[in-house]
């Protein structure tokens, strides 16, 4: 098996609703460092998993809609705790979504799963990996 | 499947016998910089793989058992070879005993899988993966 | 010159005034990690720069004021664009009131200067470097 | 499941045919950091995965027929795009040839997997993932 | 002192003349992953070092009349060895010329130094530090 | 000012006296991965600041003095607190004298500064800076 990985990230201001949440439960914010895998099991005619131009693009773009935002405030995550790994899974799944649309290009129809994985300090991430 | 890390470290001395080890069968020591990743297929009702609280203070406590001790002198580790693999295998089943008995909170019955990476230096670590 | 360093992390949340901010004008936030190194020309008595327990007890302290807050909600920050670089300096001049008082020990008195980086992700930070 | 990783770098110039690349039709070249994982089951009897002195040897030997080269000149990869991810694979096959004929030791028998990650830069980079 | 810091990178080929040079006499060819350091006594009315998006811009600009080339047939580097530390210089350098000509704001009046570091893998780097 | 930096390690064992070190007087161990910095004004003649290969070697050298031991039984600690700060200064006097005598080649004599960092952890490290 093959996998491409590129990294970008994205600056988000949240709170959190629920005890177990502590301090966090205050708005703050965070800085997401984000990975996200691309995976198959043959290279395509270029010797390639995936296009990392258009790749890294179409990343940018998903990560665009919630970076600089408070995400209390967006529709899509109304009443929805945004963890840092429901949030890996957001990004995955809208990847997925121009994976199928052709956004990242033909021969990303031989992709198979999807690793996305937010850093959001030196001391905790997490990832949601998924099949396409 | 998701999964969530976090990150802690310990420093302990020790020694290995046997040839293979070459001059690592002299008492010496490590910094492991130990990296524990709780995977389940769905999140938690409050989107969380696992309190992240808890499990960072369980690390924690796992480590303070090894924690600025020489291994050597260790009962659990009599005449065992306390190689960076095999330790990480010792912190993941410490893990996943207070995982059992309810230490994690009760959301944690949840979690399917543990893994624990041990890295000994910027050019070498262990990783063991065990199923819960 | 002698120094030694030690790391942690806040997550806040804030936004700026003034055009040359694009997106950031919006309210959003960001992990700082932050490391803090202490310089001294000799060592103590016990061969140190500086008690790491206080130094990082001391550090977290700091930290607290700030972590998990607004920091555009915070009085002391009112009307001021809270930046990488003015963050900052926030910390070493809070950190060197805490050198002055003794909160790290008699042995701080020995202490020249002090840099304080915060890093708000893996392509930027910022640091104050200051005497004490 | 246990892994044991070693990490290695190499320093290779190369270029690649076909639109998709743009400018990286250009002679250019990079730097590899590599990192090969070790996996198997069980522990050896000396608590190991691998003779780890024998991997990075053996991963140092294999990245030196690739090493301080023009990829573009080797016979080996004439028409052939070495981009990130075959060579990972490459890498990958060229150490499971030699852990077949025994040059990491007879314990390395008990490996069941490998994989070989290239690192590119600080924002991408592929793997390889085979059985043995 | 504040500094503020931003990271790029660039993928390169050349060869280097001398018998110091061992293999690397070959050409081959490195990934440069770039910081660079701007410093100022002073914040200025934005409570910034400058203008990041400005700097980002700029940096970018730079490489990329060295990304993707062979540097042996860049007429600028004829007859020279473009070591990492020689780079590091003109990277400096070619910087210093665009904040005197105002490229990355008015506000960049106010920097005293510049710092530019070549990491060319994990385990060697190098830094050029001027004045402006 | 240009610099080079290359990086190795050593894991040894060792235990500290005095109060302030808790639990850290009890037999212990350390992985210090060890960046050593040389600094000069011009480079040479071949655009280097001191022939890498022969710095790496040297380094290995001196690191292998201490690397694989317990420093409490080393006459050279007999009685000291070989804390981080303190061994860094130790490698930092031992390269000192070896560029005095010329084990880094005649190039070597135009070096000014040296500066040597230990990581203990992903959360603190030490540096000693001096002149040549």
Redesign the interface.
């Known amino acids: ?9 994205m ?4 709170s ?1 609703r ?1 005890e ?5 439960q ?8 984000v990975d996200v ?1 691309f995976f198959r099991p043959q ?1 395509d005619a ?4 995936v ?3 258009l790749a890294s693009e179409q990343l940018k773009d998903v990560l665009s809609a919630m ?4 995400l209390d ?1 967006e529709p899509d995550f109304a009443g ?7 949030l ?2 957001v990004v995955a799944d809208r990847l997925a979504d121009r994976i199928r649309t052709g956004a990242l ?1 033909p021969g990303a129809s031989g992709l198979e799963r999807l690793a996305v994985t937010l850093r ?11 099949n396409l």
């Open positions: 098996m093959y996998s491409l990985t590129v990294r970008d990230h600056m988000i201001a949240h959190f629920g177990v949440f502590g301090p966090a205050r708005l703050h914010g965070a800085t997401y460092v895998s290279l270029d010797n390639l998993v296009d990392i131009g970076n600089y935002r408070n405030d929805t705790n945004t963890s840092t790994e429901m890996a899974a290009g959001e300090s030196h001391v905790a991430w997490a990832t949601y990996e998924r």
